[in-house]
DNA sequence: CTGTTAGCGCCTTCAT
DNA sequence: ATGAAGGCGCTAACAG
């Protein structure tokens, strides 16, 4: 049986400079490419670094800099490809602007959103990307982060501070378009699946859906707006399949079934479409089936559905700009808010082709 | 217009003290909660880190306590419901014993994976769980780190290392599995939707599938065997669909055309689906289809899909604590393997009902 | 119960 | 082209 070793301590500048007969500032030098060494020297240290297996300590360089060229991206549900393609955008813009990105996952409640804000805080990261929904705690927490020197980003989220730019795609008019392009189909009994009349009070989408039925003079019915049965945002962003068939069995169950429902995400949209079909509804014949998010997935289920697209990828790489500059001025900048246009893409769930 | 304002300087340990007429050391001992402070005290302290809106710094902290309570989780695809649930698991752990997670992606690329090891590294996290697949720049790099003396726990990384555990799931069995299941159903033309013959060499399920056909005594032709066009992994994760979809299409118009095909993935699966429906076959009837990792999606796709289940969660949690045990210990405790068996989900997408 | 000392590992500044 | 000094902000260890 094989032994335990015992653990070895990383090397420091000074190991490197006394193993290469030099001075911890020349290894410095050497290490960050910066001021004069000469070429005989630079290889002695080099030598030295690769023997030693020498990492320089970020802490400590990070204590002396006061910045540690790391911003963090803190995402609710990560199995999203809406997070997943804003995380990509985000990464994309700071690495050629050379920070790296950690991210954290604040998944469903306020104290798992404020543990993420501290952490990253604590890390002295040199700003935050916050795409998760708001919350009256984690707000409270982001303020006095703000406050207190963090550049900060929103993205989607409900919460407006003096001192954070805020990104977001125009959800509430989203959430109309798909519902009016329903109307427009001739459809008056409208289902919503994805929230209970209480906790959609920060969904822009479900408040598009409110607005664009009460504008045609269409009541939406709240027994036709069905979502988890528990309380709180406990359910698992990435079973929301789940919540959509469940919620389409219980929109089935009602005397006056709705001929079309809005689904608040795609994932949703599924889970809709395959009770819809095991009860033997056609669709869109007779059961008219929109999402929200225009995930790959989207393209293919049967039949193709139809959505609404975000600018995911824009909005990842403005917000990510906005940090960007907020960072490097000296100054706190002025607020600035960003809307960005979403986009119905009409599938056969809900024409006939 | 609003004028930007002048950036603050956090408080530190000093500013609160001096505001409150201790010493550094006693505020740090009210602020971490240790050690004797007289209730007098404590209240004049804390009455100042509100009014100044301290925070520690963190990076001072881990600089002087040597470790930062703080893990790196290195994930690929992050948009992949099986990164999401290990990364859940992996957070459920952690924040029990005290410890922040820090995700960082490394897309496809070695030199992706490499700058997440660094950044962890760097920031002297306590321990690294990478869960990315193997490569060769990336191992070179990661056995460096383990060597200088960072806790690592890999999972499902083909790579094997004295000083750091391996967590797996039986993906060889469950390729295996996968494609004896379609060899008993009278299957002998299977196609494998997934992999250039170069590419899969580090995919265990698609070995699995090939010696499931060799075992058999069957021909795993290979125009059968369909991947991407161009080279390299750098197709999206989470636009797989798109791979399945054409892949299929390409197995369509072979001459003597698959009457099986095994997926590396569900949404590769439901990618090929939508193809083979587009081309107006019948599933299972006239084309089976085999998934791999039976995420939420795949039991409400039309028809169902059949698929390979992971224990993700559990793989999640092993490393997790794997990681805390090799975190805890003054030595570097021996290396632990550990490999998690699957389970094929029989549904309808190769079994009529 | 509170304070003092010292140093974690690095880099900015100034000197040589 | 290289070195020396000092301090970033915090806490372990020891005094009192």
């Known amino acids: 049986m094989r032994r335990s070793t015992p653990k070895k301590r990383h090397a420091t500048l000074a190991d490197i400079a006394a193993s290469a007969g030099v001075t911890p500032m020349t290894v410095s030098r050497v290490v960050n490419g910066?001021?004069?060494?000469?070429?005989?020297?630079?290889?002695?240290?080099?030598?030295?670094?690769?023997?030693?297996?020498?990492?320089?300590?970020?802490?400590?360089?990070?204590?002396?800099?006061?910045?540690?060229?790391?911003?963090?991206?803190v995402l609710g549900?990560?199995?999203?490809?809406?997070?997943?393609?804003?995380?990509?955008?985000?990464?994309?813009?700071?690495?050629?602007?050379?920070?790296?990105v950690f991210i954290c996952v604040s998944e469903h409640?306020?104290?798992?959103?404020?543990?993420?804000?501290?952490?990253?805080?604590?890390?002295?990261?040199?700003?935050?990307?916050?795409?998760?929904?708001?919350?009256?705690?984690?707000?409270?927490?982001?303020?006095?982060?703000?406050?207190?020197?963090?550049?900060?980003?929103?993205?989607?989220?409900?919460?407006?501070?003096?001192?954070?730019?805020?990104?977001?795609?125009?959800?509430?008019?989203?959430?109309?378009?798909?519902?009016?392009?329903?109307?427009?189909?001739?459809h008056k009994n409208i289902g919503f699946i994805g929230v209970t009349p209480t906790s959609g009070v920060g969904l822009r989408r479900y408040h598009g859906y409110?607005?664009?039925?009460?504008?045609?003079?269409?009541?939406?019915?709240?027994?036709?707006?069905?979502?988890?049965?528990?309380?709180?945002?406990?359910?698992?962003?990435?079973?929301?399949?789940?919540?959509?068939y469940e919620g389409m069995k219980k929109l089935l169950s009602l005397r006056r079934r709705p001929t079309a429902v809005f689904a608040r995400n795609d994932f949703t949209a599924v889970g809709a479409m395959s009770a819809a079909k095991e009860a033997g509804l056609r669709i869109p014949q007779d059961l008219a089936i929109v999402g929200y998010d225009d995930v790959p997935l989207a393209?293919?289920?049967?039949?193709?559905?139809?959505?609404?697209?975000?600018?995911?990828?824009?909005?990842?790489?403005?917000?990510?700009?906005?940090?960007?500059?907020r960072m490097g001025s000296a100054e706190t900048p002025a607020r600035e808010e960003r809307v960005m246009p979403c986009e119905l893409v009409v599938r056969a769930s809900t024409v006939a082709e």
């Open 109 to 186: 409640s306020a104290r798992e959103d404020i543990a993420a804000f501290d952490s990253l805080a604590d890390h002295r990261v040199d700003g935050v990307i916050v795409a998760t929904r708001a919350n009256k705690l984690g707000n409270d927490r982001l303020a006095e982060l703000i406050e207190g020197g963090i550049p900060v980003v929103l993205i989607g989220r409900d919460f407006r501070h003096p001192q954070a730019d805020l990104i977001a795609a125009d959800n509430l008019r989203g959430g109309y378009d798909a519902t009016a392009h329903l109307i427009s189909l001739g």
């Open 77 to 100: 549900d990560i199995a999203n490809p809406f997070a997943a393609e804003l995380a990509r955008a985000v990464r994309e813009v700071m690495s050629a602007e050379g920070y790296n």
């Open 299 to 325: 393209a293919h289920t049967s039949p193709p559905l139809t959505t609404v697209r975000q600018p995911t990828r824009e909005q990842g790489r403005v917000a990510a700009e906005a940090l960007v500059r």
């Open 34 to 73: 910066n001021g004069y060494v000469s070429a005989e020297t630079r290889e002695k240290v080099l030598h030295a670094v690769s023997a030693l297996n020498y990492r320089r300590n970020g802490l400590a360089r990070g204590l002396k800099r006061q910045r540690t060229d790391t911003i963090g991206l």
């Open 210 to 244: 409110l607005e664009a039925m009460r504008e045609h003079g269409l009541k939406a019915d709240e027994r036709s707006i069905v979502g988890r049965a528990g309380g709180g945002d406990q359910w698992p962003g990435y079973s929301t399949e789940a919540m959509g």
